[in-house]
Nanobody, 121 residues
Framework: QVQLVESGGGLVQAGESLRLTCAAS????????MGWYRQVPGKQRELVAN???????NYEDSVKGRFIISGDNAKNTVILQMNSLKPEDAAVYYC???????????????WGQGTRVTVSS
């Protein structure tokens, strides 16, 4: 089994920054793509940013230029640096990793438990 644990959420004012961290543990052979999603009540979970094994990144349009995703495969960690936060960024943020487990030939998707980000105007 693989577990993802997120940290770093909280309450900030508009314009401030937060850093979200997600660490994976368990029977990990290799991690493929890593990403961050967010969800607000009544809406579908949406991709915020992801990073591939070659280091290429992809961002949702509204966060481009403000958020930075980085991954450390040696530490099984993905980080989302969120700058210039806006009230519309408030959501529960979830990390996601596509993982090959030791002894299993097919990768599986795993999710963190979610961390809440609140941005006051």
């Amino acid at each position: 089994q693989v577990q993802l644990v997120e940290s770093g959420g909280g309450l900030v004012q508009a314009g401030e920054s937060l850093r979200l961290t997600c660490a994976a543990s368990g029977r990990i052979f290799r991690i493929n793509d890593m990403g961050w999603y967010r969800q607000v009540p009544g809406k579908q979970r949406e991709l915020v940013a992801n990073i591939a094994t070659d280091g290429s990144t992809n961002y949702e349009d509204s966060v481009k230029g403000r958020f930075i995703i980085s991954g450390d495969n040696a530490k099984n960690t993905v980080i989302l640096q969120m700058n210039s936060l806006k009230p519309e960024d408030a959501a529960v943020y979830y990390c996601n990793m596509n993982v090959y487990q030791i002894g299993w030939p097919h990768p599986s998707n795993y999710w963190g438990q979610g961390t809440r980000v609140t941005v006051s105007s």
